[in-house]
């Protein structure tokens, strides 16, 4: 299944605005599917991941500034002063 999603994630990727950091699905039987992926909204995480995990996304899935949500500037600026 991770692998699956990675891939899509991947694929969805787009040039300047990222990759979304977060997807939800509900089935709703019989015939109802959502999907909503989310490229703006921090996780909520189980674990926090470490820091080095932001500036690898940042390097995988790069983002313009204006398209960096503040609460990931955050983050890749505390990865940035952990180095």
């Known amino acids: 299944m991770w692998n699956l999603l990675r891939r899509l994630r991947v694929g ?3 040039p300047r ?3 979304w950091f977060s997807t939800f699905s509900r089935l709703s039987p019989p015939d109802e599917f959502e999907i909503v992926h989310d490229r703006d909204n921090a ?3 189980q ?3 470490p820091l080095r995990a932001y ?3 940042q390097a995988t899935f790069p983002r313009d500034e204006s398209n ?3 609460w990931f500037a955050d983050e890749l600026r505390a990865a940035d002063e952990a180095r």
Do not use: K
């Open 68 to 70: 960096v949500p503040a």
């Open 43 to 45: 996780p909520q995480w």
């Open 47 to 49: 674990d926090e991941p």
């Open 17 to 19: 605005l990222g990759a």
């Open 12 to 14: 969805m990727h787009r």
């Open 55 to 57: 500036t690898d996304e």
